[in-house]
């Protein structure tokens, strides 16, 4: 369904491997005065002119991490660098340059890895990211993507996981569980199609949980809001494998525990109406599905007043003493939780 | 034949990805103070107090760039590591930190990963690197391995590869060649021992070309002997793709050509040895062979009388205006120098 079989096809052994990234890259802009040198040498020469930098890096493998039957490659190189992104603003920082790898059986030709690049350059260009380097590399079969991101931090806004103290508020931007019931709905297409191609993917009215899972984005806005706000998050994490399990990592690595209420769980309408029609518990969906990459933060509860308002930060509950971490039903009922990773 | 069918065996899974990775990295010492923090967080944090820094990334892919049927786990650990180090020397530049992501499928074991993570911390504890990160997946089948390397410099030392002025000194580290011999040789016996796996391999009298490939070095000590010697190259790469197509990748990046001499070009008796045995020419064994990690740098003729009487450094050439690339044979014949990548 990519559209890499549509147009003309070039093979990549007619570039060779200098050829190649040479191609790829030419259009690469750069837009930070860290970044001194980008590609093209032994290595990237960055100058963050003293202050503190932050490191994070990914591997995304096809047929573990993404199916390319209903990932479009643009989408895919745009979602490869946005997720790492998303590690760099979970710092409070704000990425500057990115390295992307990739290896590719030759079933690619170079028009698919145009458009895969397009995407990473597409998604460099709307967070203001460099594209400082990478590797070209064949490989037997599969796509194997890694990316490494690169932001810098105010010495003392560098926010890590383990600080969250007793009584904190526990917030999450945007939304929970789309991503996950997004891809509950590519996959059913997917079947659907596999059993019968002439059938039409029924993605009618679902436009946000496709986009959720095939273009996240980076909460950038997030950061930029508690800076302009001048709130430092006591602990802060990115939502990646669900709330449930990126929660306990805080609480774990803080040695605390926590305390979240059900009905002030952030859930999409569509996001709702879709779990209904699975016969899916929203809430479940949002503790467990993860790919949301929003922000888990928490904060001192005298900065409540300044996001009490904002509409797309909530407040889901606080950091307690001790190691429980405990859920309460809209019914009252009390759930320990649990970390169910997402596979 | 490597050893991870030998001892007892854990599985991946008994573990989870969060457990792996802790496991994995729980020997991991800190040596740098530019390293502020490292694995367990959404990013490492670093300061490198207002020096420069350089990246580099590199991809290495089962069947590919390794087989598992003669490079043992430890050794590949050790070597990922070191051929991004290499990069990184080659800027001038002193190596601090290295994010390394793996991806393994269920046919490894935990015990086969200790081992691939024991030589990563070799090579950190070698070269004086911190591991700050990395990511741990599962994939469908073979080990993929992604390796990024931060180094810092001093400002006016930072050395690229499109700097190279008319008349400067090519000179070259170590020697070259081996390791493509190395590999000759362990492919042959791999060959040997299909065939027939009775067959002891016969390895005698082959140790140098076999470290080579198996456990090659970085040259940290070239990088710390020129700043000894005052000596600022002019331009420098690492010799990973063969003599020729490096030497041509300065030659091209500086808008010059060149003009070497075979009989300068540092060749090991070792590797000369076996070269014969096959009816190889050594000479295009190491003009071709890549995988040596030897340093490849042009100087000025006014740093000369510095480096003249060196036993780890040959002059064997010089840059001259155009774009003629030449090579003077010991019979005094000339041929232009091609670029044959190395498969």
Chains 1, 2 share one sequence.
């Not at 930098?53 to 895919?76: C, G, N, Q, R, W």
């Not at 460099?124 to 599969?142: K, M, Q």
């Amino acid at each position: 369904m990519s559209s890499q079989e549509q147009s003309e096809r070039t093979e990549i052994d007619e570039l060779g491997e200098f050829g190649l990234i040479q191609h790829l890259t030419k259009n690469v802009e750069l837009h930070n005065a860290s970044t001194l040198q980008g590609i093209g040498d032994d290595a990237a020469v960055l100058d963050h002119l003293g202050k503190p930098i932050v490191v994070s890096t990914d591997l995304l493998l096809e047929s573990i991490h993404f199916d390319l039957a209903y990932m479009p490659l643009k989408h895919l190189g745009y979602k490869s660098v946005v997720v790492n992104l998303s590690d760099i603003y979970a710092m409070n920082c704000l990425p500057t340059q990115v390295t992307v790898s990739i290896g590719v059986s030759n079933r690619f030709s170079v028009e698919a890895l145009e458009e895969f690049y397009e995407g990473v350059l597409s998604a460099c260009n709307a967070y203001g990211v460099d594209l400082i380097g990478g590797d070209t590399s064949s490989s037997l079969r599969g796509f194997v993507i890694s990316v490494t991101a690169i932001g810098e931090g105010m010495p003392n806004k560098i926010v890590c996981r383990n600080t969250a103290q007793i009584g904190d508020l526990i917030c999450v931007s945007g939304d929970l569980g789309a991503a996950y019931l997004g891809l509950l709905l590519l996959e059913r297409e997917k079947k659907i199609y596999i059993e019968n191609p002439k059938i039409q993917p029924d993605l009618e009215g679902q436009q946000y949980i496709i986009q959720r899972v095939l273009k996240p984005e980076a909460r950038k806005e997030i950061v930029l809001l508690l800076e302009e706000l001048n709130i430092v998050p006591t602990s802060m994490i990115d939502i990646s494998d669900g709330l449930s399990s990126d929660l306990l990592h805080i609480c774990t690595k803080s040695e605390k525990g926590c305390f979240i209420y059900e009905d002030k769980i952030p859930i999409h309408p569509d996001t709702k109406a879709f779990a209904y029609k699975l016969n899916l518990d929203p809430t479940a969906c949002a503790l467990s599905g993860g790919d949301d990459y929003e922000l888990l933060f928490t904060i001192a509860t005298s900065d409540y007043e300044k996001i009490k308002s904002h509409p797309h930060i909530s407040v889901i509950g606080h950091i307690v003493e001790g190691d429980k971490k405990q859920l309460q039903t809209k019914s009252g009922n009390l759930y320990p939780l649990t970390a169910q990773g997402w596979k």
